[in-house]
């Protein structure tokens, strides 16, 4: 079976935005990016993986939801995923915004510069790693146990593995706001169609999803 | 969790016919129905569960055929998708259409009114159940160890579990072939829409999925 490297649920701005520039503790994804505008469809599924109470759509949006743990068996993520953080560490009391169940369940390798001792969470076990895509992504490769690796973003993290020719499947979540500026995925998916496969799918909920796999 | 019974890229004509009447060895989907024009969206997947060589698509219609093993824990079929005989058995020797490798990987019960033993055949055993959909479904919801069940056809099945009010999600993809006569698993789509949400998605192979979730 091919171990594949697959970015999930990855959600944009109709203007191809994913997070604002200004990241802090209270703004994850920027203070003029509101998530819940990004997030509002997966949010609505059963299988969202932080849903609390039952219930949830179970159509199309519901399969990519669900999708995100099957065959996963690492993640990779850039720094600013897992925090606000800039710099050397001060401290290694910050643990991730998910609380004590992060929805990882499988290794996860943070790509910073900045060394730092890894650490388990529930089943989710968080590695500092530095190194270039290529090399973070032959590490999360050999934890992942001959499953796929997840490509959990930011979106910079994002544009350096698309750059270096090592994603495999993209799915982009292509939400009806537009934000104007902020951290930019494409200006458009056009600029992926040399070197990908494009289904653009339009979902009832009123996101476009965009699937992507490797000419 | 809920444990969800689960009808999987089950394929029928745009006139909704799934199998002709004269089921056999030669035409296990009936004389008058080319199981190929029926599941090619499928065999084209990267996913496809028989596919033996690399290759295949990883947009939208991948995703259905991913998700044929996810989180499923047990299979439950009619005894004519099992085969082609009808009455007692005669002998043991018929062990499915599949070969050595079936392609369920879990407990699969087949629903008949004669007894027969169990048997593996890799990591598949087959068992041969009588009662009522709904203790079947007890019988493979124990089995599940807590995942979801599906429900594998054929189409006389499908109509008996929906009868029964038992079928939790349904994904049937409409293929652009119109068949005229054979078993039909509906004049429409709409005779569900009392009971079910629906997502009408096409597909660029096009297949038109349609995805069924209860009230």
Redesign the interface.
Known sequence: M?QLLRVQNFCVSSDGIAAGEDQSLEHPFGRAVDPGKLFAWAGAT?SWPNRTD?GG????D???T??FS??IGAEIMGRNKFGPQRGPWRDHEWRGWWGDEPPFHTPVFVMTHHERPSFTLSDTTFHFVGGDPAEVLARAREAAGGKDVRLGGGVTTIRRFLEAGLV??MHVAVAPVKLGSGLRLWGSPEELLDRY???V?P??SGVI?H?F??K
């Open positions: 091919t059963a039952p759509s179970r159509g199309l519901d399969y990519f669900r999708d099957c065959n495999d499947t496969h494009l289904d799918v979902s009832s999803h699937l796999w490797r």
